[in-house]
């Protein structure tokens, strides 16, 4: 077991990261290059790039819940796949000025920040309620006893 910013996680399944990081830097390389840049601002594509990572994380989430038992082991596989593309991605869209930072913005993106939201994505697929209003009573928000 690895212990990462004081989070214990488990061990990566390389399987999943074999199929995962290849099929995920091709679709990478294919936004890259349908998306316009210039050599003075890439803020289009540092956009796409969040999009990409925030869908990204949605995906792997899903897909490695259903093929793995182990939730530790989970996490850590989609950590893994996500530290991979954040190699990959970032040399494409930090400006010059922050490229000596990126190994710190990893710690702080990848093991912080994305060990969050995949938390909270977890949270939502298991326990949460995406309608709004409803019939049902699992759909209404609780409110506190007074």
């Not at 796409?48 to 093929?67: E, P, T």
């Not at 869209?93 to 190994?103: M, N």
């Not at 990893?106 to 969050?116: A, D, N, P, W």
């Not at 939502?124 to 609780?142: L, R």
Request: aromatic share 10%; proline share 5%; net charge neutral.
């Amino acid at each position: 077991m690895k212990r990462i910013c004081g989070n214990s996680i488990g061990e990566t399944n390389q399987d999943v990261v074999q199929f995962c990081v290849p099929l995920l830097s091709q679709q990478w390389s294919q936004t890259k290059e349908s998306t316009p840049s210039s050599w003075w601002s890439n803020s289009e594509l540092r956009k796409k790039a969040v999009q990409f990572f925030l869908d990204s994380i949605d995906v792997l989430v899903k897909h490695v819940d259903d093929i793995m038992q182990s939730g530790p082991d989970k996490k850590a596989t989609v950590l893994y796949i996500l530290a991979a593309l954040y190699d990959l991605i970032i040399q494409d869209i930090l400006p010059l000025w922050l490229k000596p930072f990126a190994a710190g913005l990893k710690t702080l993106i990848i093991y912080t920040l994305f060990s969050l939201l995949i938390d909270f994505m977890v949270n939502k697929y298991h326990n949460g309620v995406w309608k709004k209003g409803g019939s049902d009573a699992q759909t209404q928000p609780h409110s506190p006893a007074t």
